[in-house]
């Protein structure tokens, strides 16, 4: 199995980031955090401060297997208008995942949703099917090299799609068990 990135930028979605990283190493999977500024420290969209493992300058992107983009304003923004990144994106050999505003402010004007179904934070769907993605009004969109979700409330299951593509269904259903995502019971008032 090979390392994955995913990529903060001031104003970025801390639930959409931070839980990715924790299910994916629950999963056992290799995962850093990068910031895209030449500082490590990163402040969410919420003003949540938050260490990246590296610096986009400090990490060897050299087959990698995933490179996440959460969303967040103006962290998805911030993703776009960072050209090492954005040409990192257009040349990655591997798997792409983006949740929220990344699909449409991100993938989609590099031309990467091109002929692929997606899905996004209502409101950047515009620019998705511009840049030629098969909207679908899902929480999560998975496919064999693409997945994406449609907000904060889809983090968990963006996560575990992401471990499900990579390490199986089975896999992910006991990471999802054991964080007790998948309930015993239908029973919700007990």
Sequence with gaps: M??????????????????????????????????????????GAHGIPVTADITFKEADFGGSEWLIL??????????????????????????????????GVVLAPLGLLEGKEATCYPGFDKQCKEGG????????????????????SAALRFALAIVANSLGDSHAQQIGSAMLFYPKSMNYYF
């Design 133 to 152: 993605a098969i909207m679908r009004d899902v929480p999560v969109m998975a496919t064999e090299r693409l997945i994406t979700g449609n907000g904060p």
């Design 70 to 103: 959460p969303g967040g304003m103006p962290g998805a923004t911030n993703l776009a208008a960072d050209e090492a990144l954005c040409d990192l994106l257009k040349v990655h050999k591997g798997k792409l995942a983006a949740i929220c505003a990344a699909p």
């Design 2 to 43: 090979h390392r994955s990135f995913i990529f903060l930028a001031e104003g970025f979605e801390e639930i959409e980031a931070l839980t990715v990283v924790d299910v994916m190493r629950r999963a056992g999977m290799d995962i850093k955090t990068v910031s895209i500024t030449s500082d490590r420290t990163v402040t």
